[in-house]
């Protein structure tokens, strides 16, 4: 899924233009729209909802936009002259793109993982600090020890 298509959007769209197209399609697609809609309907613009959330979640995020662009111009060029090209790029992108979900490359992180972090720096920094301390009583027990004799 080429996430500009997604959006009916050109490669050199701005990010407001991107939020503008996502709103619109978010308010066609929302699945509360299509509660009342038969079942097909509904699954139909569920998927299209969540290509459209993922497509904008990618786009509006410089650093993911950037990674995007970069792959999606690899693939384009690694498959040009195979058959069916289009459908690999985009499958072969996907695959990779799930990770934005979670985490990607650029190791965002939550909440909980940031406090663990400056948890693990702390006590790090305690423990180094302790040591130095430590090894510094040592040498001024030894000098004395030293002087004494």
Request: charged share 25%.
């Amino acid at each position: 899924m080429d996430h500009y298509k997604a959006l009916g959007l050109d490669r050199s769209a701005s990010k407001e233009e991107i939020k503008q197209a996502f709103r619109k399609l978010a308010m066609q697609y929302h699945p509360d729209k299509h509660a009342n809609s038969g079942e097909s309907v509904r699954d139909s613009n569920t998927r299209r909802f969540k290509q459209v959330s993922e497509a904008y979640e990618v786009l509006v995020d410089d650093r993911k936009r950037a990674d995007y662009n970069l792959r999606f111009h690899e693939n384009n060029n690694n498959h040009a002259n195979k058959t069916n090209s289009n459908r690999t790029n985009t499958t072969s992108y996907r695959a990779s793109n799930n990770s934005y979900r979670t985490t990607s490359k650029y190791s965002y992180r939550t909440g909980q993982q940031l406090q663990l972090q400056l948890q693990l720096q702390l006590q790090l920094q305690l423990q180094l600090q302790f040591q130095f301390q430590f090894q510094f009583q040592l040498q001024v027990q030894f000098q004395l020890w030293i002087w004494e004799e």
